[in-house]
């Protein structure tokens, strides 16, 4: 597998890059950041894999997060990758925000077109990964997996079903039952199709209370003033399912805090904190 | 005077507001971003002010520098202002990116047609210093002013002419001398016209020997790798400059950085910091 280098900027002693690659699980080309921070020339450091929300690239992160300075500090690289396929121009996939282009939902589509390409659940758990892995001076077996809002689903449902190999889940507004929320019901149907039965793999409240967790707690921050708080994140559900289970959660509720970057900028240290403790 | 507000966000305890007025001195609506910290509602605060490069608006700082952080930390309020008038349409003012729209140079230009809103110097240096000064809870008595590349040659020449209002400059790879560099005497020549004499105005290096300066000591970090050191910014015309009029210089040439905000996020601390320590 080769990468090409889109950019690279030196940022707080280490280098934020920008790499693409043709990847097998979506058939086309995958853009990815990689931050390595000054540790990672002296040998390899854990790793952090941040998922993005509804219409992000790999570059809302970069940009806007603030990370990269405690992942200076703390010596431990990022991965942001992209949120979807680009350029399989399958009908219709750019009509709507919250579904196709820039709305993967970390799912792996059995659905056509979808299907495909539309797989970024395996993308991320297996092809980045791997390509990560090998790819970079990173400790693959310190990882770690954190996101918002729709990237908050996938963290914690990719990090739930691959306990080997994400030590540490922490998540910015996520959904946490995408099958009770508008947000979810249309993107599983879309890409899973009617029978409700086979979204169930994809709902972080379900998993915990098939699966369990024996990890670290699970951190997750929630603006109180989010405009989708009600509607789509529902973190109560998430309470309810850890409660159940038995899973420590440290939800943490933001008074005044919105859905933006805003918000994540303001925690972000506590997060790269939080898993820097437990990899 | 009124001002409308665009958006309002919860920053690091404080709040990042994006507000817009008509400007007397442009003749079109102005945009600016003010970061108030939580110091701010118990009294008036300190308060910076950030110009920023060619192409951009009052977006970038805000979401690229990381600089809530600090001053919600440090208690200092922050401007971002646009860089240039918006939506005059003048014949070919967005041909380019290096004159015209997001292409002010802070200067008040004499050449028609730009003459009549190319006004960016008196609108920095008054029109909006009193709009902030009167409509936020900013002591206007401790101000400081720093910028990027063009907004870099903004701060430092607006800071150089007002020390009265600006006790504290700083600034990230300026222009230092755009009476010496292609993009400066593009933007001099097309805004003021072909004599020279009338360039000096804005001209960091040439003030600096004029009027000198007996605030603190000016605050310039450069990138080693910036791609436009040697063509465009020159900083050793701003060391010579300094020698001659014994003006404190602090020019950090830092290694390996270019000219983005990659670079600017890893050194904005220290910015911040040394204003807060002369405010």
Not at 72 to 79: D, K, M, Q, R, Y
Not at 243 to 271: C, T, W
Request: hydrophobic share 40%.
């Amino acid at each position: 597998m080769t990468m090409k280098t889109i950019s690279q900027n030196k940022s707080f002693g280490g280098t934020q890059g920008v790499y693409s690659h043709e990847s097998a699980e979506t058939g086309c080309t995958m853009r990815f950041g990689v931050y390595l921070p000054p540790a990672a020339g002296k040998g390899p450091v854990p790793v952090l894999f941040w998922l993005s929300g509804l219409t992000c690239t790999e570059e809302n992160f970069i940009v806007k997060a603030g990370a990269q300075r405690v992942a200076a500090e703390l010596g431990i690289a990022l991965v942001a990758p992209d949120t979807s396929p680009r350029g399989l121009d399958y009908p219709g996939d750019s009509d709507s925000y919250d579904f196709g282009v820039g709305a993967g939902f970390y799912v792996d589509a059995v659905k056509a077109p979808w299907s495909t390409g539309y797989r970024m659940y395996s993308y991320i758990a297996k092809e980045l990964f791997e390509l990560v892995a090998g790819g970079f001076s990173v400790e693959a077996s310190r990882a770690g997996i954190f996101g918002h809002s729709m990237g908050g689903h996938g963290a914690l449902t990719i990090g739930l079903k691959h306990p080997d190999r994400f030590k540490t889940i922490s998540a910015f507004a996520p959904i946490v039952s995408p099958t009770r929320c508008p947000w979810g019901e249309k993107a599983l149907a879309g890409y899973l199709g009617s029978d409700r039965n086979t979204w169930a793999d994809y709902d972080a409240t379900l998993l915990i209370k098939r699966h369990g967790w024996s990890g670290p707690e699970l951190l997750v921050d929630q603006g109180g003033d989010d405009q989708f708080l009600a509607s789509q994140l529902k973190p109560e559900l998430l309470v309810a399912a850890c409660a159940e289970a038995k899973v420590p959660l440290n939800l943490r509720m933001q008074p005044g805090y919105d859905h933006s970057y805003f918000f994540i900028s303001s925690f972000i240290e506590d997060h790269l904190r939080h898993h820097a403790a437990h990899l």
